[in-house]
């Protein structure tokens, strides 16, 4: 079954900062991948999504994400955070075997500060 | 605008009771899902449905209850059976051949 690990639980950075947060997953095959982003007490926006193709994929707000099969990794970027970036930001991996379920990981809380 | 909608987004529930929590779309899609979100553990899938009349228990399924008697709707019940229901509930939808869902905008069920 699939399974995503996202290592860090929350992350603070400076307005106008670079952003890395990691994402690895665990599926023998090429999943689909996805990240989701959460403002508090609302549901989750789509941010970006990998199927197959060009590894680096480009989101809204600015976001982008490189699939490396070789790490198992999805990591998601932004060269430039802004204060409304805050939030909290969810990896997920789903796979047509398995009914396109998707599964989620614990999620990153991103802190901006000023 | 085509979406899905819950409600309500605040629900207060005593112990012993079932309360029935409210997911519709809009969208036409095929597939819908019910996840509940506690803080650090992300999202974990209740249960979830590919058609109309057919559903399938996701991986925390013990103590809800679900139906899918119409394409739009899957309605929530949570059960007296469910030990510790005081979470966020989140239900999302998906597009035959469609890989991503949408997401409604949650329920925050408190049991008192």
């Known amino acids: 079954a699939q399974s995503v690990t996202q290592p860090d639980i929350h992350i603070t950075v400076s307005e106008g900062a670079s952003l890395e947060l990691r994402c690895n997953y665990s599926?023998?095959?090429?999943?689909?991948l996805f990240w989701y982003v959460q403002s508090p007490g609302q549901g989750l926006q789509l941010l970006l999504k990998?199927?197959?193709?060009?590894?680096l994929v480009q989101g809204i707000k600015g976001f982008e994400a490189e699939f490396k099969r070789s790490q198992s990794s999805f990591n998601l970027r932004k060269p430039s955070v802004h204060w409304s970036d805050a939030a909290e930001y969810f990896c997920?991996?789903?796979?047509?075997?398995?009914?396109?379920?998707?599964?989620f990981g614990a999620g990153t809380i991103l802190r901006v500060k000023s | 605008d085509g979406g899905i909608t819950q409600s309500p987004k605040y629900l207060f529930r005593k112990e012993g009771q079932n309360v029935t929590l409210s997911c519709e779309q809009n969208?036409?899609?095929?597939?819908m899902y019910w996840y509940r979100q506690d803080p650090g553990q992300g999202l974990r899938l209740i249960y979830y449905?590919?058609?109309?009349?057919?559903?399938q228990k996701g991986d925390i399924a013990e103590g809800y209850s679900v139906s899918r008697e119409k394409k739009e709707s899957f309605p929530l019940t949570v059960t007296s059976a469910q030990k510790n229901p005081t979470a966020f509930y989140l239900c999302?939808?998906?597009?035959?051949?469609?890989?991503?869902?949408?997401f409604g905008s949650g329920t925050r069920l408190t049991v008192v």
């Open positions: 999302a939808s998906r597009d035959r051949g469609s890989h991503g869902y949408t």
């Open positions: 599926y023998g095959a090429t999943p689909y």
């Open positions: 990998y199927f197959s193709g060009d590894t």
């Open positions: 997920a991996v789903g796979a047509s075997e398995y009914g396109n379920k998707l599964v």
């Open positions: 969208l036409n899609h095929d597939a």
């Open positions: 449905s590919q058609i109309v009349n057919d559903f």
